[in-house]
Each structure stands twice: as structure tokens, then as C-alpha cells.
């Protein structure tokens, strides 16, 4: 939700604003084919000729799974997460202390959400983030650079996590923000997170004006991820689109289903317990039948109104929520 926005920020990922690089390959292993001599030819013997050995088959690959195994994301796990960005406290948890270290917390905060499935945990860090200043490109957005979503990738595998890329597109789109990280969205544990609050329309700032989108773009979206999936033999790819308020998010009923993509709401009200609540309650009045629900806890402004919400409240909360992110 939190951005670097305000009057000349130039704060966030060290990236020119408007880098429209093509992100590198993450190094991976990949399957070979095994070759060899040929078999000799057969022997002969007082029995007659022996047979030639069978050649050994190659070996095939396998199909990528999920960071903990599987194919499909719900309902075999509830997802953890923290966001934000190394080095930016304002932008999130990520932001606090040594990447490691960050990831090892949220394994031991992951744990008591558990409640009958399995925890995946998740990164989710802001790739594309919003500026105050409209750069040389008027977009006011500036994407992370190669290196530094590889070091995030390196950390998420580490802790068998998944890494879902937040974009806040500014007066760019989330599909020309998406398609900038295809390469990156090839892999079977990286998806996507939308913070359309930070979506601006012709001539609106970030900071001054509450953006939006509609269920209409979301389906753009999903749709390629699905074409990803499809033409890559990918487990299923989380989708994330997060919501403040219901005018954030307009004619969210044209969402529909798309296959090997996992969709999820995130609502990311701030404040007590209470009006925390009410905002889920609110917001979720429009939840299209096959999207999941999410729910974000924010470390310094909920304790600044009142409280951090604990495990057993918002696994109380209706729908029970199975993406839980702290910022």
C-alpha cells in the first residue's frame, strides 16, 4: 500500500525511471538429454550371441512444482507473507534488517496461521514503485533493476518461499508493468501482486488522487499469466490484487476464472481491530466466488491506531483469509 511518493521524491529501487531493460534469465538448472558411445556389438560365445545391452533412456524433466511441492496453491496451503523493499522501512518489513534474516522471521511468524494446512511463505516485493515525479518518461513509476529482484529470488528459494511481484504502475498499466517481467514470470515461483490505488489516469499524481482499475483490466492480466502457465507447463501463478476500499477495484464481478492462476484479494484497511474488520467485512461484499481472500497487517500504522491483530483474530475473520501479509 505505502509508496515513495511526495513532491520530487526520488526514492525506491535504484533504477532510472522508464528502464525498459528485458530482465535477465534467473540461472536455473534445467534437464538434459544423456549421451554416450554406443552400445558394442555383441560377443559370441559357446551359447551363441549375446545380446547387446538395451541403451539406458534419457532422462526426462520434470514438471516444475510450487516452493513446497505441489501444483496448486489452495487449498493445500495458506500463504504468509512480508513486503516491502531492502533498505525502505517505509515501504514494508522486507525493508527492515538483512534480507535473511526477514525470511527466517516470517517462517516462525508464518506458523501459528497454519490451522489445518500448509504454510507457504511469501515475499512480495514492490517491483515497479510509484513516484511523486513523472520521470523522463512521465509514468511516474520506476521499475527494480534485474539484479536485485535475482537476489530476492536467490532468498525466496533459500527458504522454499514464493516471490510475487507488486507493481504500483503509476500512469503506466499493470500489463505493460507484467510484461516487463515476463522472464521472470517464467518461473514456476514467481508471481504477481496489483496495488491498483497506485494506478493514475491522464493527469492525475500519485499521492493526490486514489486510483483504481476494473475487473475487466484484472482479466487482462490474469489471462496472460495463464497463457504463461499454459505455454511453460508452470504450476499454478498467484495472482494478488489489493483493495482499500470497494470504488478501488470497479465492476469486479467481469473477473472471471482463468486456469493455473490463483486468485486472491488482499484488503488492506488500516487501523484498530475493529475498523480493520469492517473494512474486510466491506470490501469483500463484492468477492467473485473464485477469488480468495486476503488480509494485510501493517506494523507501524495498526499498532500507531491501536494493536497489531493477532493470528487467532484474523483467522476468525469471515471468510477466513488465506493470504495473510504484514507490511
Known amino acids: 500500500m505505502l509508496a515513495l511518493v511526495g513532491s520530487g521524491c526520488t526514492g525506491g529501487p535504484a533504477a532510472a525511471p522508464g528502464n525498459e531493460r528485458t530482465p535477465a534469465t534467473p540461472s536455473s538448472a534445467s534437464a538434459g538429454t544423456s549421451g554416450g558411445a554406443p552400445s558394442a556389438p555383441a560377443s ?15 532422462p526426462t524433466q520434470t514438471a516444475a512444482t510450487l516452493p513446497r511441492g505441489g501444483r496448486e496453491v489452495f487449498p493445500r496451503y495458506r500463504l504468509v507473507g512480508y513486503s516491502g523493499v531492502t533498505g525502505f522501512k517505509t515501504l514494508g518489513r522486507l525493508g527492515t534488517g538483512p534480507l535473511d ?21 511469501v515475499l512480495e516485493i514492490i517491483a515497479t514503485v510509484v513516484q511523486g515525479s513523472p520521470g523522463r518518461d512521465g509514468l511516474y513509476r520506476v521499475r527494480m533493476p534485474d539484479k536485485e529482484i535475482e537476489v530476492y529470488l536467490k532468498a525466496a528459494r533459500k527458504g522454499k518461499a514464493m516471490l510475487l511481484l507488486n507493481i504500483q504502475p503509476g500512469r503506466s498499466s499493470f500489463m505493460a508493468e507484467a510484461k516487463a517481467y515476463e522472464k521472470w514470470l517464467r ?31 484484472l482479466n ?12 511453460n507447463d508452470l504450476p499454478e501463478k498467484v495472482l494478488v490484487y489489493h483493495q482499500l476500499a470497494p470504488r478501488i477495484v470497479r465492476h469486479e464481478a467481469e473477473l472471471k476464472a482463468h486456469r493455473g492462476v490463483a ?15 469492517d473494512t474486510y467485512d466491506r470490501v469483500n461484499r463484492s468477492l467473485p466466488e473464485h477469488v480468495h481472500a486476503g488480509f494485510k497487517l501493517f506494523y507501524t500504522e495498526d ?6 491483530m493477532t493470528p487467532k ?9 488465506e493470504y495473510i501479509l504484514y507490511e
Not at 514456476?188 to 475487473?215: H, I, K, N
Not at 486472491?264 to 488500516?270: L, Q
Open 44 to 58: 559370441a560365445s559357446p551359447d551363441g550371441p549375446t545380446p547387446a545391452a538395451t541403451p539406458t533412456p534419457a
Open 101 to 121: 534474516q526477514r525470511v527466517r522471521e516470517m517462517e516462525e511468524r508464518a506458523k501459528p496461521y497454519a490451522a489445518g494446512r500448509e504454510i507457504m511463505p
Open 187 to 217: 518461473e514456476p515461483d514467481v508471481g504477481l501482486a496489483l496495488d491498483p490505488e497506485w494506478a493514475m489516469g491522464r493527469g492525475e499524481v500519485p499521492g493526490r488522487t486514489f486510483g483504481s482499475t476494473t475487473g475487466a483490466e
Open 220 to 231: 487482462d492480466v490474469a489471462t496472460y499469466l495463464s497463457r504463461i502457465v499454459a505455454e
Open 263 to 277: 486468485m486472491v484479494k488482499s484488503v488492506d484497511g488500516i487501523g484498530s481491530p475493529g475498523a480493520k474488520e
Open 303 to 308: 499498532e500507531e491506531s491501536s494493536r497489531l
Open 313 to 321: 483474530e484474523v483467522l476468525a475473520l469471515k471468510p477466513r483469509p
